[in-house]
Every structure is written in C-alpha cells, then in structure tokens.
C-alpha cells in the first residue's frame, strides 16, 4: 500500500466514491438550476431572492457547496501528485488549493445566511 | 523504404538522436517490423534491441512503433508504415539503457508488488486443488499477459507515476489473483490496493486496452477491483 497524508480521505476508494457522489449531486444541482433558468423566463430579483429563501434551497445549496468543496481538492490533489513532483511546491499547491476552497465555502454559507 | 530510429549508446553519445536509414525491403513482402530491424542490424551491428521467440509469445520486443506500442514481431509493417516511412522509439516512459533498450526494473518492480503467485492457507491436498470449468473461466482474458510493458509505457498515470500506480500490466496481473478460486489470501490482497494510487490512479483512459497485442483489457480488470474493494466496503 503506499502511504499518503494529504488525500482526502487517505483510501483510494473513500476518494473514488467522494468524487463520484459528489459528481452526482453537482450534476443534480446544476440541471436543477437550468431547469428554474428555463421555467422562469423573466427572472426577477425578488424571484431569485425567494428561491433562495426556501429552506430546501438552502440545504440543496449548501450540499452542493460541501460537494463543490470535496470534488474539487480530490481533483486538485490529484493533478498535484501526477505533475508536481517537488514535494514542496505540490505541498504549497495544495495548501493553496485548500485555503480557496476553504474560503468559497464560507463565503457561500455567508451568501446563503447573511444579511 | 526510410526507417527513423531512436539511437543511444551512453558510453559515446551525449544526447540520443534519430538516425534515418533506408533499408532496401525485398519486393512483395509484408515484413514484420522485427524482420526490418534484423536487416538493419545486418547493415549496423551496434543497433541494440530485445528480442526472442519471434513470435508474439516472450514479450522481449515491445516497441514503439510510429507513436503506437506494439510488439516488432507481430506486427506487419503495413499495419505501421505512413508514407513509406517508420519511426522506432523504445517503450516510453522507462528508462533507456542503450538504443531501443528500456531499463524495466521499475515494471517488475510494480508486478513484484501484487504477488504475483497464488497465496492458500489450507493444507495442499493429496493431489491437487481442483477448480470447476466457471471458476477456471473467469482467469480467461487475464493470465494470458505475457508482461511485455506495451500497455504500462502507453499510460499516462504510469508515466507520472511509476514508483506509485500499479500501472495497467501488474493491475491486471493482480486481479488475476484476486480472481482466482484457489487463492485464499483476497482481503489481504484488496487491503494493499486501498490507496490513492496502487490502483485507483487509472483514469480509465484505455490507452492499455488499445496497445495490448495479446487483447487483453485491463482497464475491465481494474473496475473489478474497484467492484471488490466497494463491496468489500459498504
């Protein structure tokens, strides 16, 4: 077996199934979204404004963001380990990675939540 | 008929380079490839390559022949040849030790890691442990590997990561094992899978399936295990 610390879930197939689950619900939320765009032709701001209002929205949203969040470190990491090959500079990719990611998704609970 | 050939002697070359030399291919014949680098070895003995059964069976002579693996034995220059002309690169992605020759050690190195020998706990029977014709079935289409590196040297992942990724070769070789009724060592086996790498760097690109002269397909065998490490899981 070789040894890893910085996957995400330090299994191949733990990482395997995130990144597919995750696949699945972006996908859902993506159609989702489409589908509102083409049955709200005349989109208006309090009708955006109250479609995120809904709590289903809200827990979509958010599970969307958690699936954005992991989808794309077990990518990233994985474009980090094929390419960089110094084990610094990927350490730093990845880090840098983590922290943006971190950083959408706080910013996301804010936009759902906040004022 | 213009042949380009990748040349590399480390003791008198600083830098490998393509030499172009025109072989004269006797008329109304379909040589194989391997047939072309004897005649050329007739004309220059210090060309170096792998070579043995002469016929598909050693897996010595795995090339790569105009961008495609293949093996130079089996495979007829009018399959290869565009605008009368071949261009011979050894295997890449490994090492080259001199001309058309590859340093394989970390291939083996990878097959060495998947046991490649049946592991049973049980004491031998008197005679021998039987298997039903279905159970000997299911090794149809994998213990065929005649492990000549054509499909690990045609893959990516392998490229990027040799020392990791089990590569399509020793991924097909462990799933022979895994696959086999007599074997009684499948938990152990799936658990040295269970990592980012070993067998889950396979990005299902298929370069293998498509390069493999024995037929084999082991991007299938790589999404059993997948299959058996899920089940084993959930």
Known sequence: ?????????????????????????????????LGYFVATPDLSYADWNGLFACTAMKIFTLMALISLS??????????STDYLKNSVVRFLF?????????????WGIQILWGQ | MLVSVYRYNPEV??????????VDIPAGKDLMVLDVLELMKAQDSSLSYRRSCREG??????????????????TPMSAVVKKNKIVLRPLPGLPVIRDLVVDMSMFYKQYEK????????????????LQSPEEREKLDGLYECILCACCSTACPSF????????????????????????????DERLTDLDDPFSIFRCRGIM?????????????????HIRNMLLQRAT
């Open chain 2, 13 to 22: 070359d600083k830098t490998p380079y393509m030499q172009d030399v025109e």
């Open chain 2, 114 to 129: 998947v046991k490649p020998f049946l592991i049973n706990d049980k004491p031998a029977p008197a005679i021998e442990r």
């Open chain 1, 70 to 79: 992991a989808h794309a470190w077990v990518g990233m990491w994985t474009i």
């Open chain 2, 159 to 186: 490229w990027w990561n040799p020392d990791k990724f089990l590569g399509p070769a020793a991924s097909i070789q462990a799933y022979r094992f895994l696959a086999d009724s007599r074997d009684t060592a499948t």
């Open chain 2, 57 to 74: 069976v050693c897996g010595s002579d795995g090339l790569n022949m105009n961008g495609k693996n293949g093996l130079a034995c089996i």
């Open chain 1, 1 to 33: 077996m070789v040894a890893n610390i910085t996957s995400l879930g330090r299994s191949g197939l733990y990482d395997w199934m995130v990144q597919r689950v995750t696949a699945v619900v972006l996908a859902a939320y993506i159609l989702f979204l």
């Open chain 2, 207 to 223: 370069n293998c399936v498509s390069v493999c002269p024995k037929g084999l397909n082991p991007t299938r065998a790589i999404g």
């Open chain 1, 94 to 106: 990845q880090g840098t990675c983590g922290g943006i990611m971190f950083v959408y998704f706080v």
